[in-house]
């Protein structure tokens, strides 16, 4: 029996990281460019401490505003270009042409669209560097699944031995690829490690559920009831910062419809959820 073949799509970090033309910008703005205007305080203080003893304090501020202006400058060029490349890796696939003055690219297969997206990823590696080119990094390894499967698995080995927000994302990713392959033991370790991270970065809800998953294949039914259980049972106590009861998503909604399927009896020991609680999916 063929096994559905599971495409790998870039993973939107847990908060899936805010979208619209905002895609990338929310993350990248607040956490790239907070870390650089904490780098800039840092290198700040100690240009005072060498440069007290050979200049003024005027030619340490002129100094300063230099570098600080050429690092929010290249800042945000490293970011206008990864947005960029983002943008074509999530462009339309479509064998007709669209209509005219339809923004946007259109591909003809995914194929192409993910050789013209790694040519703009590498591109960011190329030209400029920090967060954005190892972000760009994850972005190639992801795009090359439609270009070059074992390629892409080697590079996203490599990456997800880190234990930065790339290394977390290509955990995910690898996971998804070993599921697809039926290296079901290898997709279930990732996911466990990704689990028992108190910031994997991804929803911890999407990765139970893959685990959950993962295991029902194997058919350890018990292991995966347990996840599903305590995945829903969390969702239907949250409350909000008023107190009141977070409506269920929809991997909470669909958890607690495969827990009904495989355990029954599991699935009735779940809390009644308050009737604003229940998802508006």
Same mark, same amino acid.
């Given at each position: 029996?063929?096994?559905?073949?599971? #495409?790998?799509?870039?993973?939107?970090?847990?908060?899936?990281?805010?979208?619209?033309?905002?895609?990338?910008?929310?993350?990248?703005?607040?956490?790239?460019?907070?870390?650089?205007?904490?780098?800039?305080?840092?290198?700040?203080?100690?240009? #005072?401490?060498?440069?007290?003893?050979?200049?003024?304090?005027?030619?340490?501020?002129?100094?300063?505003?230099?570098?600080?202006?050429?690092?929010?400058?290249?800042?945000?060029?490293?970011?206008?270009? !990864?947005?960029?490349?983002?943008?074509?890796?999530?462009?339309?696939?479509?064998?007709?042409?669209?209509?005219?003055?339809?923004?946007?690219?259109?591909?003809?297969?995914?194929?192409? #669209?993910?050789?013209?997206?790694?040519?703009?990823?590498?591109?960011?590696? &190329?030209?400029?560097?920090?967060?954005?080119?190892?972000?760009?990094?994850?972005?190639?390894?992801?795009?090359?699944?439609?270009? &070059?499967?074992?390629?892409?698995?080697?590079?996203?080995?490599?990456?997800?031995?880190?234990? +930065?927000?790339?290394?977390?994302?290509?955990?995910?990713?690898?996971?998804?690829?070993?599921?697809?392959?039926?290296?079901?033991?290898?997709?279930?370790?990732?996911?466990?490690?990704?689990?028992?991270?108190?910031?994997?970065?991804?929803?911890?809800?999407?990765?139970?559920?893959?685990?959950?998953?993962?295991?029902?294949?194997? &058919?350890?039914?018990?292991?995966?009831? +347990?996840? !599903?259980?305590?995945?829903?049972?969390?969702? !239907?106590?949250?409350? &909000?910062? +008023?107190?009141?009861?977070?409506?269920?998503?929809?991997?909470?909604?669909?958890? #607690?419809?495969?827990?009904?399927?495989?355990?029954?009896?599991?699935?009735?020991? !779940?809390?009644?959820?308050?009737?604003?609680?229940?998802?508006?999916?």
């Amino acid at each position: 029996m063929a096994r559905k073949k599971r #495409r790998l799509e870039p993973v939107a970090v847990a908060e899936a990281e805010t979208k619209p033309k905002t895609r990338y910008k929310d993350e990248f703005q607040s956490t790239v460019g907070g870390k650089v205007e904490e780098l800039g305080k840092r290198l700040e203080g100690q240009g #005072r401490n060498i440069l007290y003893g050979i200049a003024a304090v005027a030619v340490l501020a002129i100094l300063f505003w230099i570098f600080y202006a050429w690092s929010s400058r290249s800042n945000a060029a490293a970011q206008a270009a !990864l947005g960029k490349a983002i943008e074509t890796s999530q462009s339309r696939v479509s064998e007709t042409s669209p209509p005219a003055g339809t923004p946007g690219k259109t591909f003809k297969t995914e194929k192409e #669209r993910a050789e013209a997206a790694i040519k703009e990823f590498q591109s960011v590696i &190329d030209n400029h560097g920090g967060e954005a080119a190892e972000k760009a990094k994850y972005f190639i390894a992801v795009n090359k699944m439609f270009i &070059d499967r074992a390629a892409a698995i080697s590079e996203l080995e490599a990456l997800s031995k880190g234990s +930065d927000e790339v290394g977390k994302l290509s955990k995910f990713a690898l996971a998804q690829a070993y599921e697809s392959e039926n290296k079901l033991d290898q997709a279930a370790a990732l996911y466990s490690e990704l689990a028992a991270m108190p910031d994997p970065i991804i929803a911890k809800e999407s990765i139970n559920a893959a685990l959950a998953e993962i295991y029902e294949k194997q &058919d350890k039914k018990q292991q995966a009831a +347990d996840i !599903l259980f305590n995945l829903v049972k969390a969702a !239907l106590e949250a409350k &909000d910062l +008023d107190g009141k009861p977070v409506p269920l998503s929809l991997t909470a909604t669909s958890a #607690r419809e495969k827990l009904e399927q495989i355990d029954p009896a599991k699935a009735k020991e !779940l809390p009644q959820p308050a009737p604003d609680a229940e998802s508006p999916f």
